[in-house]
């Protein structure tokens, strides 16, 4: 039982971080109805960018852990931002009204690329990092198993649900939340009504970069090991959440991310460490090919 | 009277169609001016082509005393043009307060409730369901709230596309009774698309007859109704449905 519950813990925490990185791909989904392979590449640079101004926080003496922190997500999410805003500017918008298969060729060139960028910047080696907090809560002990709840974890989740607050907010309240929405419903109709719809769908690409850069960070602070390539993998499995949740809805993001986090963690604790990634993908395929619309898609029925 | 909208030689194309073929249209500032034809006829690629979505290929559109032919949809829509579109393109999973609100806000319009307010007035039916999504409203419903959206911008001149279309003709009424008394009372300039021929030119001032993307007939609504090739072509077994 304390095993099982140790697992819950550290599922959650997982599942958060693929949480923030499966509402990038549902929201740019929605908008303009393309899979923006580059966007776990995004990932990846604000994993990248995280490391970078940790170590120069350091490097100048900040020692304060909340306060390098906060610095370093709002560094990273900044910095993110401009990258996501010029993907779309560079990769995609030239290619509005064309067949639908030439922006995803260019999402996965932009993949490519973005990797071979961060590859050849920053070495192909892969990059540790001291752990940022240490410690935690010992919660329950039994069967001989110490159930923790680290400081860490407790960190990755309050960030994650301080953000996913102020994005929930921004997108429901907010007019530039309505336009998002006006946009994302009837494109055409958005125009018409006065909004710059080229705009609001680079605005969509900025905030989906932003939170990726905040689940960068806290992928780096949870796993303290990052390379060039953890934005593929990690980026495949964000997708899964959000085709598990329905693509196109901000909360089946969320949810998909904690059920694929779940399933991950629970599977690499009681079948096998090595195939952890086969069961996250075969979720994949069976959602797919049994559920098309995922958990929370759209079945309603709109009157014409 | 001076012109708030004119058309010279407008021609527009989806892909390699011609949709529009030199079309000439005025609409002065307070008129109800009305563009019937047959199906296909470009009518509606006509209302789209004002709002730069197609964007003219020739000829000029001048709105307010500017060109605005070359400017982007969002900059036209600004400069207090509406439109209530074919199809009424109602926002479904919004709610019919955040529909009203999407025209309203991006044009800028600060006294909210006031809008509201006169949009209730005309379609008492919205207060109603102002918390209930657009898309379980019904036909008629959604029809009433496409117009209120676009008059919450507080429009000079206001583009209706068939919105008659599959209207119950009680509904019909009531919403042809609507334009005329935004007509009579606030002077709101309209351009208004029909295959209801003989309502619309009851209702408008003047009118355009478009066939295969050019301007064939023009007149005053009576004139029109008066002459027997719109009689044949567009008026027969319809003028049972006034």
């Not at chain 2, 600004?78 to 806000?105: D, H, K, S």
């Not at chain 2, 309209?190 to 021929?197: F, Y």
């Not at chain 2, 007859?209 to 023009?218: D, K, P, Q, S």
């Given at each position: 039982m304390a095993y099982a519950l140790q697992?819950?813990?550290?599922?959650?925490?997982?599942?958060?971080?693929?949480?923030?990185?499966?509402?990038?791909?549902t929201m740019v989904y929605g908008i303009i109805g393309m899979i923006n392979f580059a966007h776990g590449d995004i990932f990846m640079i604000g994993a990248f960018l995280s490391l970078i101004a940790l170590l120069g926080l350091s490097a100048l003496g900040i020692s304060s852990v909340p306060l390098a922190l906060a610095l370093t997500l709002i560094f990273a999410a900044g910095i993110a931002a401009i990258y996501g805003w010029s993907v779309e500017r560079i990769a995609y918008r030239p290619l509005r009204g064309s067949f639908r298969l030439a922006p995803l060729i260019s999402a996965i060139g932009m993949s490519i690329t973005l990797q071979n960028f961060a590859q050849v910047s920053q070495g192909a080696r892969v990059k540790p990092m001291e752990p940022l907090i240490s410690g935690g809560l010992l919660l329950t002990e039994g069967d001989g198993f110490a159930v923790q709840l680290s400081w860490m974890q407790i960190a990755i989740v309050v960030t994650t649900l301080i953000v996913l607050a102020i994005f929930t907010w921004l997108v429901t309240k907010t007019p530039l939340g309505r336009s998002m929405r006006a946009c994302e419903q009837d494109l055409k109709m958005a125009g018409l009504l006065g909004i710059d719809t080229d705009k609001t769908i680079s605005l969509t690409f900025v905030i989906g970069a932003a939170l990726a850069a905040v689940a960068g960070l806290m992928f780096l602070l949870y796993y303290g090991v990052i390379d060039f390539y953890i934005g593929f993998i990690a980026g495949v499995k964000a997708f899964t959440a959000a085709v598990l949740g329905g693509i196109g809805s901000l909360p089946g993001a969320v949810l998909g991310g904690l059920l694929i986090g779940l399933i991950e963690v629970f599977w690499s604790a009681y079948f096998s460490v090595e195939y952890k990634d086969v069961a996250a993908f075969s979720i994949l395929i069976v959602a797919l090919i049994f559920m098309p619309t995922g958990l929370l898609g759209r079945t309603e029925v709109e009157k014409v | 009277m001076s012109a708030l909208l004119s058309l010279s030689g407008v021609t527009a194309y989806y892909g390699a169609i011609q949709?529009?073929?030199?079309?000439?249209?005025?609409?002065?500032?307070?008129?109800?001016?009305?563009?019937?034809?047959?199906?296909?006829?470009?009518?509606?690629?006509?209302?789209?082509?004002?709002?730069?979505?197609?964007?003219?290929?020739?000829?000029?559109?001048?709105?307010?005393?500017?060109?605005?032919?070359?400017?982007?949809?969002?900059?036209?829509?600004?400069?207090?043009?509406?439109?209530?579109?074919?199809?009424?393109?109602?926002?479904?999973?919004?709610?019919?307060?955040?529909?009203?609100?999407?025209?309203?806000?991006?044009?800028?319009?600060?006294?909210?409730?006031?809008?509201?307010?006169?949009?209730?007035?005309?379609?008492?039916?919205?207060?109603?369901?102002?918390?209930?999504?657009?898309?379980?409203l019904s036909g008629g419903e959604q029809q009433m709230l496409a117009i209120g959206r676009a008059l919450m911008s507080r429009p000079r001149l206001l583009l209706l596309d068939e919105p008659s279309l599959g209207l119950a003709p009680l509904v019909v009424k009531l919403i042809f009774g609507a334009i005329r008394e935004l007509n009579?009372?606030?002077?709101?300039?309209?351009?208004?698309?029909?295959?209801?021929?003989?309502?619309?030119?009851?209702?408008?001032?003047?009118?355009?007859?478009?066939?295969?993307?050019?301007?064939?007939?023009?007149?005053?609504?009576?004139?029109?109704?008066?002459?027997?090739?719109?009689?044949?072509?567009?008026?027969?077994?319809?003028s049972h449905s006034a």
């Open positions: 697992q819950l813990i550290n599922g959650l925490t997982l599942g958060m971080i693929y949480g923030l990185i499966a509402v990038g791909y | 949709a529009l073929r030199g079309v000439d249209l005025v609409v002065n500032e307070g008129e109800i001016v009305t563009l019937i034809g047959a199906n296909g006829a470009g009518k509606s690629t006509l209302m789209m082509t004002v709002c730069g979505n197609p964007r003219a290929r020739d000829g000029r559109i001048v709105y307010g005393g500017q060109d605005i032919t070359d400017l982007p949809t969002h900059a036209i829509m600004r400069r207090r043009i509406a439109q209530a579109p074919e199809g009424r393109r109602i926002f479904g999973r919004m709610t019919v307060y955040e529909n009203l609100l999407m025209g309203a806000e991006v044009s800028g319009q600060t006294d909210v409730p006031a809008l509201l307010e006169q949009v209730f007035a005309l379609f008492p039916r919205l207060k109603e369901r102002l918390t209930q999504r657009g898309g379980t009579r009372t606030s002077g709101l300039t309209v351009l208004l698309v029909e295959q209801n021929a003989y309502q619309a030119l009851r209702l408008a001032h003047r009118g355009y007859v478009l066939v295969n993307g050019a301007i064939t007939m023009a007149g005053s609504g009576a004139e029109l109704l008066a002459r027997p090739e719109i009689r044949a072509a567009y008026l027969e077994g319809s």
